[in-house]
């Protein structure tokens, strides 16, 4: 897979109030983040629209950051809107239309298991194409477990809890997979490292319901297109023994987009992928993320 380059020499970020050359951009090999992992991201795609560049659910994602911090009771001197617009003029700078965002508060220099006092804000972007591809995936039921809340925050986009999601896809692709899904604490199924999952089932969507999941954003969307075509989604324990009688499957994630799964740990998806709700929502998906005036904070 082609290596993908988060900047080069010209591309500016955001970091603590300045616009920074990336290249140029220093952190403390001290900070308490890059020792104990905590800190908190968000990952936002910008579209090109026909009313201007949209933040797809700008608000959605911005709020999530604040309430990941709040869990770490991390403060940052900017609101929802303040990051919207930050974001915006990031992605102007670098001259950016459809492309990836990423926030990312990082703590300063501390050693110590108390929390550190002050917080970094960056904020990069750069160009990223589908993170799975274009679908058609063959999955693996992982060995990882995704934590329940009261081991870890399983909402918030917390970095330390992304060690798990990088093992769990490291197994599958050793395997000669291409993702893995993950299993609750009780042993149903979960989601996928970096994805929420969705399964057809007689012309109904089934979903995990929320307890060990990432409540997804893409996944809240999803589940709204659906409603709008009358499809009825259901929010429930999803058993292995469903993955047996699934006619399709697929993943949804804002990196992600929505792709198709062929297998899961080699049980074929009944239905060709373009026969399943699944491609009839990709498609609505796709249409809507460039052409729906979603967000009103733009840049004509
Ligand atoms: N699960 C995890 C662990 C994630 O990191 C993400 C990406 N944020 C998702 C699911 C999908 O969430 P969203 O649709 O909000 O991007």
């Keep these: ?79 929802e809107d303040e990051l919207n617009e930050i974001t915006l003029q990031l992605l102007q700078k670098n001259n950016l239309r459809n ?43 992982s060995t990882f477990q995704r934590p329940e809340r009261k081991f870890l925050p399983v909402t918030a986009k917390l970095v330390g809890n992304y060690t798990q999601a990088i093992l769990a896809s490291q197994e599958a692709r050793a395997r000669g997979y291409d993702e893995a899904l993950m299993f609750d604490t009780f042993g149903n199924i979960s989601q996928a490292p970096g994805a929420n999952f ?35 989604v259901n929010e429930q324990i999803i058993t292995v023994d469903m993955i047996h009688e699934a006619d399709s499957a697929f993943l949804t994630g804002t ?3 929505l792709v198709s799964i062929k297998s899961i740990e080699g049980i074929k998806m009944k239905l060709a992928w373009p026969d399943s709700i699944g491609s009839q929502l990709a498609e609505i998906y796709q249409h809507r993320i460039r052409n729906d005036d979603y967000q009103s904070m733009t840049i004509v």
């Design 99 to 141: 492309a990836y965002v990423r926030p990312l508060v990082f703590m300063e220099d501390d050693m110590r298991l108390t929390p550190a006092r002050k917080a970094h804000v960056m904020i990069a972007a750069w160009e990223w194409g589908q993170l799975l591809g274009k679908g058609e995936l063959n999955i693996t039921l």
């Design 198 to 232: 969705f399964l057809e089932r007689d012309g109904e969507l089934f979903t995990p319901s929320v307890g060990s999941i990432m409540t997804g954003i893409t996944r809240k969307v999803v589940m709204e297109y659906a409603k709008e075509m009358n499809i009825k």
């Design 1 to 79: 897979m082609k290596k993908t380059k988060y900047y080069n020499d010209k591309t500016v970020i955001f970091l603590d109030g300045n616009w920074v050359k990336a290249k140029d951009a220093n952190v403390s090999l001290f900070s308490q983040t890059l020792h104990y992992g905590i800190g908190a991201f968000e990952g936002i795609r910008s579209y090109q629209t026909p009313t201007g560049l949209c933040l797809f659910k700008a608000e959605n994602h911005f709020k999530r950051l604040l309430n990941s911090l709040e869990v770490l009771n991390i403060q940052i001197p900017y609101n």
């Design 255 to 257: 990196a992600t987009e």
